[in-house]
């Protein structure tokens, strides 16, 4: 049987081999993992910057359109009083009719 003393010495002579092998590669990874990392935050900046600037593009189109709207709107109700109150009322009886439907459907 060997002796307990000398195994002991030698498995703390390979843990202190395996501790500098790590270090060792920890040190020689450094670099990398740190260009590693600039890379990825430069994406991530990258990425926040496009998507900031796909809402600023959506939201300047959503206006415009609603401009639009809003402009033809105000032509048709100028060009034709009458027929635009008739189409709003008929509009808000419609809706209303659907909501009543909907309510006495949604008791049953």
């Known amino acids: 049987m060997s002796d307990p003393k000398v ?8 843990g202190a081999e395996i501790s500098s092998t790590v270090n060792d ?3 020689e990874a450094r670099p990398v993992l740190h260009r590693i990392a600039d890379r990825v935050t430069d994406s991530a900046q ?11 593009e959506a939201q300047e189109k959503i206006e415009s ?3 639009n709207v809003r402009d033809n709107a105000e032509h048709y109700i100028h060009d ?5 109150i008739l189409i709003a009322a008929g ?5 209303a009719l659907a909501l009543s439907w909907f309510m006495s459907s949604n008791k049953r």
Not at 7 to 14: D, I, L, R, W
Not at 91 to 95: S, V
């Open 91 to 95: 509009t808000g009886a419609a809706m």
């Open 80 to 84: 034709a009083p009458l027929k635009s």
């Open 65 to 67: 359109g609603v401009q």
């Open 25 to 27: 590669v920890l040190d």
């Open 7 to 14: 195994t002991q010495e030698k498995m703390s002579a390979v």
């Open 46 to 56: 990258e990425l926040v910057k496009k998507s900031k600037d796909a809402a600023y």
